[in-house]
């Protein structure tokens, strides 16, 4: 069965980029039936969605991230990735990656989480 | 932007009947999800479509939407079912997803 597994730093510097990887099994990362996504959960506040790709490549982000968003599937590794640059403390969250299937907008597999945290 | 509103926080007694609600504009034509999360742990969907539940997910658990609210309801409540509980929809005018800030389900 799908399981999905964040990886990357832990620690980020202010002003820096943040590069995550959801390592995929049970299914390809190149599959047709699945949208690879991440959200995210701030300290004390709700889930927010950062951006979702199709194996295609074609992404989709929320525009509240001001184009800071970019992510990437590579079928190589299984893996898909994020890279969020310039973050600022209100970045610091436990990220999650996440599947959807096509047509079917809400996320039945997650990861487990990565905390990251914000800090010179 | 497309907004949810869900109360902060919720209590029920155990084997009583929770109720967390989610407003939006229009939500009956939206599909509306629902997750919950126990803290140090990836969120779970429990409800989908506004009322159809995953498989493992207990028939205690069941979502309906009428109008501008959709509701979470949570039957026979048990001190497991102690989590943050987030509604979720797709706005397709933007092609973006839009969750709730989360209501807290206290048992006690």
């Known amino acids: 069965h799908l399981q999905l597994q964040e990886s990357g730093p832990g620690l980020v510097k202010p002003s820096g980029t943040l590069s995550l990887t959801c390592s995929v099994s049970g299914d390809s990362v190149g599959s047709t039936s699945s949208y690879w996504t991440w959200v995210r959960r701030p300290p004390g506040k709700g889930l927010d969605w950062i951006a979702s790709i199709y194996y295609t490549g074609s992404t989709h982000s929320n525009p509240s991230l001001d184009n800071r968003v970019t992510m990437s599937v590579d079928e190589s590794k299984n893996q898909f990735s994020l890279r969020l640059m310039s973050v600022t403390a209100a970045d610091a969250a436990v990220y999650y990656c996440a599947r959807r299937r096509p047509f079917k907008y809400y996320f039945d597999i997650w990861g487990q989480g990565i905390l990251i945290t914000v800090s010179s | 932007s497309f907004v949810l509103t869900q109360p902060p926080s919720v209590s029920v007694a155990p084997g009583m009947t929770a109720i967390i609600t989610c407003g939006g504009n229009n939500l009956e034509r939206k599909g509306v999800h629902w997750y919950q999360q126990k803290p140090g742990h990836a969120p779970v969907l429990v409800i989908y479509?506004?009322?159809d539940r995953p498989s493992g997910i207990p028939e205690r658990f069941s979502g309906s939407t009428s109008g501008n609210t959709a509701t979470l309801t949570i039957s026979r409540a048990e001190a497991g079912d102690e989590a943050d509980y987030s509604c979720q929809v797709w706005d397709s005018s933007r092609d973006q997803v839009v969750f709730g800030g989360g209501t807290k389900l206290t048992v006690l």
């Open positions: 479509s506004h009322s």
